[in-house]
């Protein structure tokens, strides 16, 4: 029976492979544009740019060397190294000196958009296909909680939305563009505001300022997310002053019906409600009066 050297695990085969472009890498990379030239690079730029280097040294097609290799392997040799993941992930790790100040490292910062912009043709201006699925899978988890978070605090304010307060039937006085920002929580405004670009302003304190024309349409939405968390509970200014013209110009309960279930305005059993509840106070108020 012969007695064998058991093999190296495929780690460790895998980390000392093409060990001459490895230092070549480190020497013009590494060591000049990142300790030197205190420069700030991609993960997967440095990935792409060792495989270059093993395919012009060694005419070796390199392309299944993982990053996570690559990294450990810098990780171990260059200690002064500081490898960050940024918090918005569309873009990929970056790399840098660890004693790069906070403002050198903003001013080095590579372009997000992934376009290089130092002129060295060692260095890939996009990553692979492999890294970017991971990079979208990052995205989208980081994304998720981000957005999920968002969502349950505008839930809890649209629960301590009251509504419209007043004495049925509403009329004219209640039923207008002041009265409908009273049952908008400043959150959601400002939220749909941000999202439409209407405004850059970072506060909850108040509902942000916009254009009137805009500012019509962001309350129209915000009315109809207030009816439809509230299951129609709650109604909005919007929401029985749109179906009661609609229903006097076309008499169309269907027409009704379909921006009822669209969530723009009450339903029509509602909307009929309010009618005849206006005509009665009318009578009423004529009844005094003579």
Not at 1 to 19: G, H, V
Not at 155 to 177: A, F, H, I, Y
Not at 181 to 205: A, F, H, K, M, R
């Amino acid at each position: 029976m012969f007695l064998l050297r058991p093999d190296k695990p495929e780690t460790e085969q895998d980390e000392a492979m093409f060990d001459a472009s490895y230092k070549l890498f480190c020497e013009r990379i590494i060591r000049q544009r990142l300790l030197v030239n205190n420069e700030v690079l991609r993960m997967g730029q440095l990935r792409q740019a060792f495989i270059d280097m093993v395919k012009a040294n060694e005419g070796v097609d390199a392309s299944n060397y993982r990053q996570d290799l690559l990294k450990k392997r810098l990780a171990q040799d260059f200690p002064q190294l500081a490898f960050h993941m940024p918090t918005k992930r569309n873009v990929c790790e970056l790399v840098f000196a660890e004693t790069l100040s906070k403002d050198a490292l903003v001013d080095m910062l590579p372009d997000p958009s992934g376009t290089e912009t130092t002129q060295s043709s060692e260095l890939s201006q996009t990553d692979s296909d492999n890294e970017t699925g991971r990079t979208k899978c990052q995205t989208t988890h980081e994304d998720t909680r981000t957005l999920y978070t968002a969502a349950l605090f505008l839930k809890r304010l649209l629960s301590d939305t009251p509504g419209m307060s007043c004495p049925w039937p509403p009329t004219s006085e209640n039923v207008n563009v002041t009265e409908s920002q009273t049952v908008v929580p400043i959150g959601l405004y400002n939220l749909l505001s941000w999202i439409i670009g209407s405004t850059e302003e970072p506060t909850l304190d108040h509902y942000v300022n916009i254009d009137d024309d805009v500012h019509l349409k962001v309350l129209s939405v915000c009315q109809d997310i207030v009816y439809l968390a509230s299951k129609g509970r709650k109604q909005t200014p919007k929401s029985l002053a749109l179906g009661l013209p609609v229903r006097h110009l076309t008499g169309s309960s269907r027409i009704v019906s379909l921006l009822n279930r669209l969530g723009h305005c009450a339903s029509w059993d509602t909307v009929l409600s309010l009618d005849t509840s206006l005509a009665q106070l009318t009578l009423v108020e004529v009844s005094h009066h003579s």
